[in-house]
Antibody, heavy 120, light 107 residues
């Protein structure tokens, strides 16, 4: 069974930093591209970032986070990360870790999400 | 960026009803279209990829169709567990964009 469990969320002040982690289980982690998707309170889904399988050679970001967020992966630890800095209130959201399907496929599995609140 | 729109934004339906949701892309995306279901306070669940292929374990009452710029999600006979918000997502080009969602309410 595919499992994706996020951690590291919480309350952070504007301008601060936070690192989210996602522990993956139930599949061969290194073989899959991985994504972060977020959802602001009461709003829709927003794709944040993607990292390719294997060594994570290919990395992509939404314009809204480029230059402030860094996605990375540790295949030995079956883990995905999102380092977030220069946070603003607009970054307040539930952040979902997600797995992309085989080949040119969209997300097929989602984590339960972790709340990040940016407030003074 | 490719803009995704959905209609209606919400609908009310009864158990057993046939429900259709439309998703439009601002430019052609071939069949690189996914549908996602989300219940309040829960993680999204992927339903359909490649416009019409069901993800593993998704009931056959869900179906998708379309290509290019116009797509539909159909629930052939609405069940109590289907009341949720449905999002389309294009994965033809970065950034991968979602539609604003369609909320399916109980009539």
């Amino acid at each position: 069974e595919v499992q994706l469990v996020e951690s590291g969320g919480g309350l952070v002040k504007p301008g601060g930093s936070l690192r989210l982690s996602c522990a993956a289980a139930g599949f061969t982690f290194k073989k899959y591209s991985m994504d972060w998707v977020r959802q602001a309170p009461g709003k829709g889904l927003e794709w944040v970032s993607s990292i390719s399988s294997g060594g994570g050679t290919y990395i992509y970001y939404a314009d809204s986070v480029r230059g402030r967020f860094t996605i990375s992966r540790d295949n030995a630890k079956n883990s995905l990360y999102l380092q977030m800095s220069s946070l603003t209130a607009d970054d307040t959201a539930v952040y979902f870790c997600a797995r992309e399907g085989d080949g040119i496929q969209p997300i097929d599995y989602w984590g339960q999400g972790i709340l990040v609140t940016v407030s003074s | 960026d490719i803009r995704m729109t959905q209609s209606p934004s919400s609908l009310s339906a009864s158990v057993g009803d046939r429900v259709t949701i439309t998703c439009r892309a601002s430019q052609g995306i071939s069949n690189y279209l996914a549908w996602v279901q989300q219940k309040p306070g829960k993680a999204p669940k992927s339903l359909i990829y490649a416009a019409s292929s069901l993800q593993s374990g998704v009931p056959s009452r869900f179906s998708g169709s379309g290509s290019g710029t116009e797509f539909t999600l159909t629930i052939s006979s609405l069940q109590p567990e289907d009341f949720a918000t449905y999002y389309c997502q294009q994965y033809n080009a970065l950034p991968f964009t979602f539609g604003p969602g369609t909320k399916v309410n109980i009539k």
